[in-house]
C-alpha cells in the first residue's frame, strides 16, 4: 500500500483552503493549489507512459514547483529520485542512468546540461504552476532491468565509497512509520509553520515536508544560498514566526555565532529539532539558553534507516555535564542491537559495538548493488537488520552514546562523504598515478571535520596547483566533498599490502 501517498493526498484535501508553501518572497501557495498542481504533474508522467516499477528524476530548485514535482511523482505511483542542481552534471548523469530512470523533470537550464550526460531523450515542455519546465523522456533499455519494489516511494543517492554514489530505496512504509511518528511525537498541527532547510536530496527533507504537509502545517522553503547565511536565517523565525526548526549542529552554531541572533524575536519556536552529526556541548547550552522556551531533540538515523533513535534534552541544563548528549532509545518502529564483535544482542548497559537497526524504517536495499546489500543487511533472531557503521556505548539509564566510525565515512555539515569518492575523482586526474584521502578535527569544539587530499604524480617534481586541482575535483564531486587541503608527495606510503598506509599520511601531513 502506498501509505505516504495516500497520507498526502487525504492532507491535501482535508485542509484545501490553508496555506502549503511558503517561498522566502512571501509568495504563498494553498493546498488546494498544490493538490491541483501535483495532480497536473502526474497527469504529464501518466500520459507519457509511466509507471509502476519504474522511477522519475527530479532536477529543480527547490520552490513550490519541486515539490508539485516530488508529490506528482507519488501520486503518480512511482518513486522519484531528487537529484542535486548543484552537483556536476556527470555526477546527475550517472544516477539517471543507474536508476535507469524512464523520466527526468527538469528546468530548460539544467535540461540543457544534463542532456548530454543521459543519452538521447525526447524532450516535452510542461507548465507546473505557471512555470516552464521540461519533461525528458528515456527510451526504455531492455537489457539493463532495474528491479525495483512496487511500494518503493523515492531513491536517495549518497556517497560511495567506490567512487559513485549509491541509491538508498525507500519504500512508503518505511517513510511513513518515521512522519506519523513525528507528526504524533512533536504534536504537530496546523497552526504550525516548520522550516524547510535541507535539500530534497538530503534525508533531513523528508520530515519537513511530508510531516509538515501530514499535519496541514504551513512549510517555509528555504533556498541553499540562504542557509548559508545565518543572519537571513535568525530574521526568517522572527519574519514566518517558525515554529518547528529543523537543522545540522553546524547550521544552529553557526547562526549562533553570525547570526546577531538578539536583533530578532523568536518566542514562536516551539521545538528544535538537530540531526547529522554530534552537536558539542557547549554550543548547544549557549543556544538552548537563548531559546530556553523551546523543547530541543537530538535526531539519529543514517539515510538507510531514517530516524531510529532520539533524545529529547531535559528543560534544565546540567552546569557539570561534558560530554554531547546520547542519541538516545530506539523510536518505536525500530529496534537497536549492537554488535560488540563476539555477538548480536539487544543493548545491555555498558555494552560497546556497532550499531544495528531493524524495523519498518529500514530500507529496501541499495538499488542495483546486491554485494553492497549482502554486506550491510542481515537477518538476526528473524529480524531483518542494517549495520550503520557507528560505534555506539549504551548507558546504565538505557541510552546509546555515539563514539565513532569504523568506516571511512565522515560527516561534515551533516553531509555524508565517504572519501574513498574523492579518492575515486582524484585518480580521474591524468596527472595524478595515486592518492590517499583522510579526515581531521578541528575547530575551538573539535567538531568541525577537515578533509585532506594527498596526491602523488606522473612527473615526480609536478605539484598541481590547488586551485586547478579543486576546479577539476568539481566536474566529480559536489561542493561539500571538496577537500580543505591538498598535499603533494613524491611517493605514497604503503602497508605491508601494498594499500594506502592512512595512519602514515596523516603523520606526514
Known amino acids: 500500500m502506498n501509505e505516504l501517498r495516500i497520507l498526502i493526498e487525504h492532507a491535501l484535501t482535508k485542509h484545501a483552503a490553508q496555506i502549503a508553501l511558503v517561498e522566502e518572497s512571501g509568495d504563498q501557495l494553498s493546498y488546494q493549489d498544490l493538490d491541483v498542481s501535483s495532480a497536473g504533474v502526474a497527469h504529464h508522467l501518466q500520459d507519457n507512459g509511466v509507471g509502476q516499477g519504474q522511477c522519475v528524476a527530479i532536477c529543480i530548485p527547490k520552490s513550490s514547483v519541486s515539490v508539485a514535482c516530488l508529490l506528482g511523482a507519488l501520486r503518480s505511483n512511482v518513486a522519484y529520485i531528487p537529484l542535486d542542481p548543484d552537483a556536476p552534471a556527470s555526477r546527475n548523469g550517472y544516477i539517471v542512468r543507474d536508476a535507469t530512470a524512464s523520466m527526468v523533470l527538469t528546468t530548460r537550464d539544467f535540461a540543457n546540461v544534463l542532456l548530454p550526460h543521459i543519452g538521447s531523450c525526447q524532450v516535452l515542455d510542461i507548465t507546473v504552476l505557471s512555470e516552464p519546465c521540461k519533461l525528458l523522456v528515456r527510451p526504455q533499455v531492455e537489457d539493463k532491468v532495474v528491479s525495483i519494489p512496487d511500494d518503493l516511494a523515492y531513491i536517495l543517492y549518497t ?78 523565525i522572527d519574519q514566518f514566526a517558525i515554529t518547528i526548526w529543523y537543522a545540522t549542529p553546524t547550521t544552529l552554531k553557526m547562526m549562533l555565532r553570525f547570526g546577531r541572533m538578539n536583533r530578532y524575536h523568536h518566542s514562536s519556536l516551539r521545538h528544535i529539532l538537530f540531526a547529522g552529526e554530534v552537536f558539542p556541548l557547549a554550543p548547544l547550552n549557549d543556544l538552548r539558553s537563548r531559546w530556553s522556551h523551546a523543547a530541543f531533540h537530538n535526531l539519529y538515523g543514517p539515510t538507510e534507516t531514517n530516524v531510529c533513535t532520539y533524545f529529547s534534552l531535559p528543560r534544565e541544563i546540567d552546569p557539570t555535564q561534558e560530554k554531547p548528549f546520547p542519541i538516545g532509545a530506539s523510536c518505536p518502529y525500530a529496534q537497536c542491537f549492537i554488535d560488540d564483535g563476539t555477538s548480536i544482542c539487544p543493548p545491555e548497559p555498558g555494552m560497546v559495538g556497532e550499531l544495528l537497526i531493524a524495523g519498518d524504517s529500514v530500507m529496501a536495499g541499495y538499488l542495483n548493488q546486491p554485494e553492497r546489500n549482502a554486506k550491510a543487511l542481515l537477518v538476526h533472531d528473524h529480524n531483518r537488520c542494517y549495520r550503520t557503521g557507528d560505534i555506539v556505548q549504551y548507558d546504565q539509564g538505557g541510552q546509546l552514546h555515539y563514539i565513532s566510525r569504523k568506516d571511512r565515512m565522515v560527516k561534515r555539515h551533516g553531509n555524508r562523504i565517504e572519501l574513498g569518492e574523492i579518492e575515486a575523482a582524484l585518480h580521474e586526474h591524468p596527472e595524478i598515478t595515486e592518492a590517499g584521502v583522510f579526515h581531521t578535527i578541528a575547530g575551538a569544539d573539535h567538531s568541525e571535520i577537515r578533509i585532506v587530499a594527498c596526491y602523488a604524480t606522473v612527473d615526480p617534481d609536478q605539484q598541481l596547483a590547488v586551485s586547478k586541482l579543486q576546479t577539476f575535483l568539481q566536474q566529480y564531486v559536489p561542493s561539500y566533498m571538496l577537500p580543505d587541503k591538498f598535499v603533494y608527495l613524491a611517493t605514497m606510503p604503503k602497508t605491508s599490502t601494498h594499500k594506502v598506509d592512512y595512519t602514515a599520511l596523516k603523520e606526514n601531513s
Request: hydrophobic letters at 45%.
Open 159 to 236: 556517497s560511495g565509497s567506490t567512487g559513485q554514489p549509491k541509491g538508498v530505496m525507500i519504500t512508503h512504509r518505511n517513510a511513513t512509520c518515521f512522519v506519523r511518528w513525528g507528526i504524533d511525537l512533536f504534536q504537530l498541527r496546523s497552526s504550525d509553520v516548520l522550516s524547510s532547510i535541507a535539500p530534497f536530496h538530503f534525508d533531513l527533507s523528508v520530515f519537513d515536508l511530508y510531516a509538515g504537509l501530514g499535519s496541514g502545517a504551513k512549510i517555509l522553503l528555504i533556498r541553499p544560498e540562504s542557509v548559508k547565511n545565518p543572519m537571513i536565517l535568525a530574521e526568517f
